[in-house]
Each structure stands twice: as structure tokens, then as C-alpha cells.
């Protein structure tokens, strides 16, 4: 059975940190893009953080730059976003899914996913 778990999540303060782990179970992540995704309460689900599979491209969304990193261990079979420097506004559910992702010609990045877990709440509040 192809299944893919997040986990850690949980309650932070503003400007502390977490680091979320993807697992997958059934399948190699090494032939999948990994992406982050989140969805905050009455909003859309938005791209966070993507790693490609050919050549460990990482991409990220504007709101998350410089604050979040995503890697890989394939031996591991387990993608990490490490998040550091959180804000209120980064509270959300996060899921990872598996599928391909690669750069669009205006900086940002386009993706197609086809697997995905089932999320991890991440609150950052005092």
C-alpha cells in the first residue's frame, strides 16, 4: 500500500522552529518530487517548498524563502522541510505528496502530484 505520513507537527512560538518529516511506505521517494503543501482555516491550499527527484531542485514559495529548507534522504525515504523563524500566518495544516515539480520561466514553480499524506498541524502562537 503506497502511503505517505507527516509528522511533526505542533505548537511553536513565533520565531522558534520545527522540522516536519514526510515518510513514505510502498514506494522509493527516490524517483518523486516531494512537495510541501499547507492549508490555513478558511483559506486555500498553497504550494510551500518542492524537491525534484533528478537533480534535488529545491523550490519555494515567496512567503517561505529564506525561512524554510526541504531536503531529502533517500536512504531514509523521508523528505524534511525544516521551518525556522515561524510567524502566526504560517499556521496551517502541512502535507508533503509525491508527484513532479520544476521551475516556471518567472521564478516560481509549477507541480503535479500524485500521492499525498495526510497532513500535520503546525500552530505558532503565545
Known amino acids: 500500500q503506497l502511503q505517505l505520513v507527516e509528522s511533526g507537527g505542533g505548537l511553536v512560538q513565533p520565531g522558534g522552529s520545527l522540522r516536519l518529516s514526510c515518510a513514505a511506505s510502498g514506494f522509493t521517494l527516490d524517483y518523486y518530487a516531494i512537495g510541501w503543501f499547507r492549508q490555513a482555516p478558511g483559506k486555500e491550499r498553497e504550494g510551500v517548498s518542492c524537491i525534484s527527484s533528478s537533480d534535488g531542485s529545491t523550490y519555494y514559495a515567496d512567503s517561505v524563502k529564506g525561512r524554510f529548507t526541504i531536503s531529502r534522504d533517500n536512504a531514509k525515504n523521508t523528505v524534511y522541510l525544516q521551518m525556522n523563524s515561524l510567524k502566526p500566518e504560517d499556521t496551517a495544516v502541512y502535507y508533503c505528496?509525491?508527484?513532479?515539480?520544476?521551475?516556471?520561466?518567472?521564478?516560481?514553480?509549477?507541480?503535479?502530484?500524485?500521492?499525498w499524506g495526510k497532513g500535520t498541524l503546525v500552530t505558532v502562537s503565545s
Open positions: 505528496a509525491a508527484g513532479y515539480c520544476a521551475a516556471t520561466m518567472r521564478g516560481g514553480y509549477y507541480y503535479g502530484m500524485d500521492y
